[in-house]
Nanobody
Framework: QVQLVESGGGLVQAGGSLSLSCAAS????????MGWYRQAPGKQRELVAR???????YYADSVKGRFTISRDNAKNTLYLQMNTLKPEDTAVYYC????????????WGQGTQVTVSS
């Protein structure tokens, strides 16, 4: 049974930082591309950052230079360091795992709320 469990969300003032973690179990973590998505109220879920099994990284333009995605395959854990947070970063953040051969995530976490106050 695959589980992705996010942690680290919370309330922070604009300009502040938060660090998210996603603990994975039940899958061969190192073989999966991992990503962070977010969904704000009334908006569609969007990809924030992705890191491939080989380490290739992608960031959405809206977070480039502020967010850093990383993974520790030995700990089966995905991270997202978020700096210089803005109110528009407020959303539920989801961790997702995707096999290299497919285009959409196979597994999702339950999400963690990030709220940035102005």
């Amino acid at each position: 049974q695959v589980q992705l469990v996010e942690s680290g969300g919370g309330l922070v003032q604009a300009g502040g930082s938060l660090s998210l973690s996603c603990a994975a179990s039940g899958l061969t973590f190192g073989s999966y591309a991992m990503g962070w998505y977010r969904q704000a109220p009334g908006k569609q879920r969007e990809l924030v950052a992705r890191i491939g099994s080989g380490g290739t990284i992608y960031y959405a333009d809206s977070v480039k230079g502020r967010f850093t995605i990383s993974r520790d395959n030995a700990k089966n854990t995905l991270y997202l360091q978020m700096n210089t947070l803005k109110p528009e970063d407020t959303a539920v953040y989801y961790c997702a795992a995707r096999r290299p051969a497919v285009t959409k995530p196979d597994y999702w976490g339950q999400g963690t709320q990030v709220t940035v106050s102005s």
